[in-house]
């Protein structure tokens, strides 16, 4: 096999993961979309005729389930975009490692590559992008199912009344709405710059010794 036979298989492997992440992300938000939905409309359809503090107890305690749950999916979400954001500047590095090897040089002149960065936002990790802001509709609901499920408990143990409830949930709301990007942001940008400074240190290997041991791979015992 050839070294760029090599390259072509890793370059199709890696944008196949790169899909795969994708496609899980969606699916990962969309089943929790699922199961909230189907779980408060359970609720909403089993809610006794009379009054009864004890099944807002109940519904309190799902919301704070369910919204934990959201924030741990947001989380995940983000911990899978950055691992989409490094294969995507693996896959960028396998491309042009493909391109300095052409051997016929006169072929990628004014080539059609150097508008690539057209379809990216640069290797910058931009809240408002389409799957990034999926991130943020999962904490937001997480956030929210939590709020009012707590100020739902004390509204009932009558630690709150209805009025002050609904104050202290519109000033969270607020704080939410404001605070949860710039967390966002500022943990993408912080993954970024761990993310250059991984790809310099990772430059400076020459050999294959030094790549296994970056790759965690076990050292193999030959045979004597």
Known sequence: MKYKDVWDTEYKEQYNQYRWIGQMQAAVLTFYGLVTTFILAAMTVLRPQS???NYYLWLAG???GIGFIGILVGYGLFRSRTMQCRTN????TLLFQMVFNVKNIESIKNSAIRFRSLCSTQGHF???DTMNIAILIAFYSGEVLQLVGVLTMLVI??????NQAVVIGLVFLVLFVVLTPILIQHLMNKERDLMKKEYLDAAKEQNVEQILKRLELPKLVEPK
């Not at 500047?89 to 960028?92: C, E, P, R, V």
């Not at 143990?157 to 209805?162: D, H, P, R, S, T």
């Open 51 to 53: 009054p009864n503090p």
């Open 62 to 64: 799902i919301m704070i």
């Open 89 to 92: 500047l693996y896959l960028k």
């Open 126 to 128: 931009k809240l408002w």
């Open 157 to 162: 143990g009558g630690v709150l009344c209805l």
